[in-house]
């Protein structure tokens, strides 16, 4: 049987792009992967898939580079990029438009409006079309400045089902009033609509009652502050809790200990049985991953 070979545009540590190649928007959790393969088909993919198993490497899937846990590397191993499969159709007369997976956020606003046509999604524009989708729900309502830009960053979330009372705002304020830096914040952007319309169980997507996505966020400029931003998305999280329930999967916290249920609540067998019946082997993985069931015998 003939060895599968790489194809599409490939960058390794001895090449003079590597260094930007590699980075993803949190430069908190660095990575150094082997190879990186930049796909502009989908044969591109299946090639490079078939490659890692022959060569059992590790290996991540990217796309805009906006997993802010750095899942969408790994050390040592090999990156699956399809940011350059970024290529849009629009059939506006069946109201229906293929876009690939690398597709950026901002183009495909640009791209569809055009036709005079758009999808509700978030706004910050860099952001992989393919990580908001499997995400659920748009991944922010606000752009905050400099966003797009390669930052330390930590980032952590919930969901908020109800008014908030006194004491969860008074809380908010007390933390607020003692940031690590200018750049911590809280963020609340608004659900319900049409995304309440849908049963928890219906999707992977479980918290339809929730009213408000939360988002705990801060980012550093020099090493030394790491610990301290840090521990202040941490502390504001466990502050919050009472009050809140969840996290929403596309600001991923690897601090979270019990992350199947925060994600994904009572969704989350299901999700299991799912990945059993198409990655059985769990040959796409990463740290917060989805595991399939065991088989027996």
């Known amino acids: 049987m003939e060895e599968a070979q790489l194809t599409g545009r490939i960058v390794t540590p001895h090449d003079p792009e590597y260094e930007q190649a590699r980075i993803n928007h949190n430069l908190s959790v660095p990575r150094f992967p082997k190879i990186i393969v930049f796909c502009q088909h989908t044969q591109d993919v299946v090639n490079a898939l078939n490659w890692v198993r022959e060569k059992r490497m590790p290996f991540r899937v990217r796309s805009g580079r906006h997993s802010y846990e750095n899942f969408s590397l790994v050390n040592g191993g090999l990156i699956i990029d399809v940011s350059e499969m970024n290529r849009i159709k629009v059939d506006r007369h069946a109201m229906t438009a293929k876009i690939e997976a690398g597709a950026a956020l901002g183009n495909v606003y640009r791209q569809l409006w055009k036709h005079g046509a758009t999808i509700p999604a978030g706004t910050e524009s860099s952001v992989g079309l393919v990580g908001l989708t499997l995400g659920g729900e748009a991944v922010r309502f606000f752009d905050e400045p400099g966003g797009n830009e390669p930052a330390n960053r930590k980032r952590s979330g919930s969901f908020i089902t109800a008014p908030l009372p006194l004491e969860a705002i008074l809380t908010m304020k007390q933390w607020l009033a003692q940031p690590p830096n200018e750049h911590a914040s809280l963020w609340h952007q608004s659900l319900g609509g049409a995304a309440a319309q849908i049963r928890p169980e219906e999707t992977a997507y479980y918290y339809r009652d929730a009213i408000i996505a939360q988002e705990y966020l801060t980012r550093w ?50 999700l299991r049985e799912v990945k059993t019946a198409y990655d059985p082997m769990n040959l796409f993985r990463f740290p917060q991953s989805i595991p399939p069931y065991r088989r027996r015998g």
């Open 221 to 270: 400029n020099e090493r030394g502050e790491e610990r301290r931003n840090v521990r202040w998305i941490k502390n504001v999280r466990q502050a919050l809790s009472p009050y809140t329930t969840g996290d929403y999967v596309n600001w991923p916290d690897r601090s979270i200990r019990n992350w199947p249920k925060a994600y994904y609540g009572e969704n989350f067998p299901r």
